[in-house]
């Protein structure tokens, strides 16, 4: 075991403070990274402050980790010293299941072991996260990432970006389809992006008139106010697919009408319940609403050297380390474009 520096929470209503705690020696098939650059995710915030009843104390928060190799186990394969590697929002998986076999440990049937808040797979061991100096995961946890790219912008793409990166892939999206992204924040601009990349014709739907220029700066060819009656009959039955952002409860309804015969809905962004569907919009014409969550480890290497090939990165502001809690405040008020990141170099040695 060795200590390493982070910020904790210890409760659901008192600030990050820093935090020292220890990790576990690299093991045979271990990575041990320098953490560089740790992203802070909206989940960070609702998991510090309990929101979904789920937290337990003391929580380093992080799930969004760019750093460099600085050990190896004996029987590692993908990593040598010195690569780049990036941890996301999973450390570990039963291996053995269904879904582990298929490469969706996301979906464990066993045990998900979250990079924090969670435990590992003796089910007793905390997990605790980026927001620290360093971390030690299982080689078929960690991604290599490209040099190539933006290292503080890369961190976000470990969890909005596989968020987003994801759906698009499994329902096949590229050339020819027309793809509405529903909510320009840190997750629909990243979906702008990779459909944009992907081939597809992308649409920014959103409330928000002032957005629709934001999204075009991002790769998006228009825009569409959901609020506007006559503009959402005009688009009605027009989509191939609409990948779903909204981060709370909302109405999918007028969303659904987009829907093309055979169309598709993914959320992505809502855990909480959302509000109740006429099935008849499902069936007339046949109509898919469906979720996604993250990626499987060999997803997130195929989205990183996507990126790599793309030059394709999060849009990001850099903090200090010593500033999370005014940050956390800002991230409430969504004052934000489009993800935080903090620069570890700045974490507090004492």
């Excluded at 007793?124 to 299982?138: D, L």
């Excluded at 992308?202 to 569409?224: F, H, N, Q, R, Y």
């Excluded at 055979?262 to 979720?291: E, F």
């Amino acid at each position: 075991m060795f200590e390493v520096h982070g910020y904790a929470a210890h409760d659901d209503h008192s600030p990050l403070v820093p935090f020292t705690f220890k990790r576990r020696d690299v093991g045979a098939t271990d990575v041990h990274i320098e953490i560089l650059y740790s992203g802070i995710c909206h989940s960070d915030l609702h998991q510090a402050h309990n929101d979904w009843g789920n937290s337990t104390y003391p929580m380093v928060p992080g799930h969004e980790i760019v750093g460099r190799v600085v050990a190896v186990g004996p029987n590692v394969k993908k990593f040598k010293v010195g690569d780049i590697a990036g941890v996301g929002c999973m450390v570990d998986s039963c291996r053995t299941c269904e879904s582990c076999e298929r490469d969706l440990e996301q979906y464990c049937l066993n045990h998900t072991s979250f990079t924090y808040n969670g435990t590992e797979q003796d089910r007793k061991t905390p997990t605790q996260g980026g927001y620290a100096t360093a971390i030690v995961v299982e080689e078929r946890f960690a991604v290599k990432i490209s040099e190539k790219l933006d290292l503080k912008a890369v961190a976000p793409l470990l969890c909005a970006g596989i968020t987003t990166y994801s759906p698009l892939r499994h329902w096949n999206v590229g050339p020819g389809q027309k793809v509405g992204v529903i909510g320009l924040g840190g997750l629909g601009h990243m979906g702008v992006k990779f459909a944009k990349a992907m081939g597809a014709e992308v649409t920014m739907v959103t409330t928000s008139p002032g957005k629709i220029e934001d999204a075009k700066k991002l790769g998006a060819d228009k825009g569409l106010i959901s609020t506007d009656k006559d503009a959402m009959a005009a688009a009605a039955g027009s989509f191939d697919f609409l990948l779903n952002t909204v981060p709370v409860s909302h109405d999918v309804q007028p969303y659904l009408s987009l829907l093309k015969l055979d169309g598709a809905m993914v959320v992505v962004g809502a855990l909480t319940p959302l509000d109740p569907i006429a099935g008849g919009l499902l069936m007339l014409p046949r109509r898919t609403l469906a979720g996604s969550a993250i990626g499987g480890m060999a997803q997130t290497q195929e989205m990183m050297d996507f990126c790599a090939e793309h030059n394709i990165v999060s849009e990001v502001e850099v903090v200090d380390m010593a500033s999370i809690n005014e940050t956390y405040e800002r991230l409430v008020k969504n004052d934000v474009r489009y993800r935080f990141v903090i620069d570890m170099a700045t974490m507090p040695k004492g």
